[in-house]
């Protein structure tokens, strides 16, 4: 008489329960449901990322792209500035950096330089570049004696603050003037973090950098997200790295989880994001969700 009732209740509950275990991200954290970004009808001010990890070949320069590309998807405006003497940001753009007359260089260096002479459009409306190459090099020293030396870069920006919605800001490898200026002129920083080895070596220097900065000179400053790149679910590696990342920062670590693939030096060599080389990919598709992440905020603090 009972076991007619009680098969009943049974498995709908446990059907109920298997879907929240599915819905766990790579992260190992239940998905959170993002709703599709509300449309802007007009633009700015711009929130500002800097993609900063003073270890190079992480993802900082592909990140940069590529969510920037997914964000003009969503109807945003969008600055990229390359901040590497590398050219590394322009060379994916389809720049070539050793025919750029002015550059971010002399947007720093020369007062009469505005950041409209220096711009350069891609071939995503919504995404415009400040381009650099190797004199860039030569600021982190030259700007060594200028006054507000930390500012320099916040300073540049501001004209255009309110024509986009959001500016990324791709550093160059180190902790240096450059960076700093980077960080005293950002709301957030994006942290990416490949999954190998020896991902979370440095970075204890790198958050003491960031907090130094937030005290002595950009009070706003917040960690945007942990970004995991590179990463490979199928070796035991992999998923042991990103279980630590996500124990050490937590709900920092943004659930998207961006897999390595050779969609990406191939982009590279394209000149173009892989939302547009690729669009169907599953890389394409982990950088919109991305963007969607970020526009909510919600590893911000
Ligand atoms: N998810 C990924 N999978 C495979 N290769 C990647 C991935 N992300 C970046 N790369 C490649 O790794 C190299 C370093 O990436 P990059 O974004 O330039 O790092 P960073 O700017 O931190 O130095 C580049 O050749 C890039 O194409
Ligand atoms: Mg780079």
Request: charged residues 20%.
């Amino acid at each position: 008489m009972t076991r007619s009732t009680v098969p009943e209740k049974d498995p709908p509950d446990m059907e109920q329960e298997q879907p929240v275990d599915e819905q766990r991200g790579p992260t190992g954290r239940p998905l959170p449901d993002l709703p599709d970004p509300p449309p802007v009808d007009r633009h700015g001010p711009a929130h500002v990322i800097a993609m900063c990890n003073q270890k190079g070949g992480v993802g900082k320069t592909t990140t940069t792209i590529n969510l920037g590309a997914a964000l003009t998807e969503l109807g945003r405006k969008v600055l990229l500035v390359d901040f590497d003497p590398q050219g590394a940001l322009s060379v994916g753009l389809g720049v070539n950096p050793h025919e750029l007359e002015l550059s971010v260089y002399n947007l720093l260096m020369e007062p009469s330089v505005t950041i409209d002479d220096i711009m350069l459009k891609t071939n995503l409306p919504g995404m415009h570049l400040l381009p650099s190459n190797i004199d860039l090099s030569a600021a982190e020293v030259q700007l060594v004696t200028e006054v507000a030396r930390e500012q320099v870069l916040g300073r540049a920006l501001a004209p255009v603050m309110d024509e986009y919605d959001l500016v990324l800001i791709d550093c160059q490898p180190s902790l240096g003037l450059l960076t700093v200026n980077a960080l005293t002129a950002s709301h957030g920083v994006l942290v990416p973090l490949e999954c190998e080895f020896f991902a979370l070596r440095g970075v204890a220097l790198l958050v003491q950098t960031i907090e130094k900065v937030r005290e002595r000179l950009n009070p706003r400053l917040e960690m945007e997200g942990i970004l995991a790149t590179m990463y490979d679910a199928r070796t035991v590696h992999g998923r042991e790295v990103l279980a630590r990342v996500v124990e050490a920062f937590g709900d920092r670590v943004f659930h998207t989880v961006i897999s390595r693939t050779v969609r990406f030096p191939e982009t590279t060599v394209a000149g173009v994001p892989i939302t547009v080389y690729d669009p169907s990919s599953a890389a394409a598709a982990a950088y919109r969700q991305l963007a969607k992440e970020v526009l909510a905020g919600c590893h911000a603090g």
